[in-house]
């Protein structure tokens, strides 16, 4: 069999298995975003660092197997990853929370996730998925989503979103450049793979939660955000967001990047929707 054709043949499951037992293929040099905001994720799975005056803030972390490259990147950037003092999950997917436990071992810190999730990590640790790569940790906060989370000179806006998953939470903060205010955005969960009517049933979810999903896209696509800070580097579909890395910051204002990145995540699901609904027909 030629390569091409095992490649097109490898299911997503084994897709995820090879990347998981091959960290070092997702390694990305970390690199500073704009002043107090670093990206220290890997190519697949993207981890955000923000430079507080209360602590180190990680938003998401990657996996248990990535954990070498994050403490690699956070030593680089000359930061100490036991100044970690708070972890701000998207949603409770394996590929965000997997190194939660170490961290929370080596630094301490504070844990919080949106409430909807919760409970993958008490009775469904089968919707963690690669579950048995994730070691237990303690939540210590759920989001409140009528307050901001203040830590130092950070504010940070966490709104629900379900859909990916029914906890799914993005963030939201502003930071300065030059004198002049913008907003950063980090939409907690886009990836369409757990979307379908199939994924939904099979793993006892509810399908409304593909409703829930494009509802959660028009709840905040209208947000003027001026830095996308893509919680997977993929989601951006119209360009690349890595490739900005070690430029002078200004690639990464794009007004229109947030809108163009939800409605086209938006139009992904609704063909899957429409998909399904035809092969039912
Ligand atoms: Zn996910």
Redesign the pocket.
């Known amino acids: 069999m030629s390569k091409e054709i095992k490649a097109v043949k490898e299911t997503l499951e084994e897709r995820t298995l090879r990347m998981l037992n091959n960290p070092w293929d997702l390694y990305n040099a970390p690199f500073k975003i704009v002043d107090d905001v670093y990206f220290v994720g890997t190519n697949w799975v993207s981890i955000f660092l923000l430079d507080t005056d209360e602590g180190l803030v990680l938003i998401d972390c990657a996996m248990q197997e990535t954990l070498y490259l994050l403490i690699d990147s956070i030593h680089r950037l000359g930061f100490d990853p036991r100044d970690i003092s708070k972890i701000l999950l998207t949603?409770g997917?394996f590929?965000?929370v997997g190194a939660v436990r170490s961290l929370q071992e080596i630094s301490g810190c504070e844990v919080w996730i949106g409430e909807g999730d919760g409970f993958f990590f008490t009775e469904r640790r089968d919707l963690i998925v690669f579950e048995d790569r994730v070691p237990p940790f303690k939540i210590d906060h759920y989001y409140d989503y009528n307050q901001k989370i203040q830590i130092g000179d950070f504010s940070i806006e966490p709104v629900h979103c379900p859909g990916?998953?029914p906890g799914t939470s993005s963030l939201f903060f502003d930071i300065e450049r030059n004198g002049e205010v913008l907003k950063c955005a980090v939409h907690g969960?886009l990836?369409a793979a757990?979307m379908s009517n199939a994924y939904l049933t099979a793993n006892k979810l509810p399908v409304s939660l593909q409703t829930d999903y494009l509802n959660s896209i028009d709840k905040v696509v209208d947000r003027k955000v001026d830095i996308v800070l893509p919680s997977h580097a993929g989601h951006c579909v119209d360009h690349d967001f890595l490739s900005f890395a070690n430029t002078d910051g200004s690639k990464f204002i794009d007004p229109s990047a947030w809108r163009r990145m939800l409605l086209a995540k938006k139009a992904e699901i609704v063909k899957i929707i429409e998909n399904e609904k035809n092969e039912t027909l």
Do not use: E, S
């Open positions: 949603h997917h590929d965000h990916h998953t969960g990836g757990v």
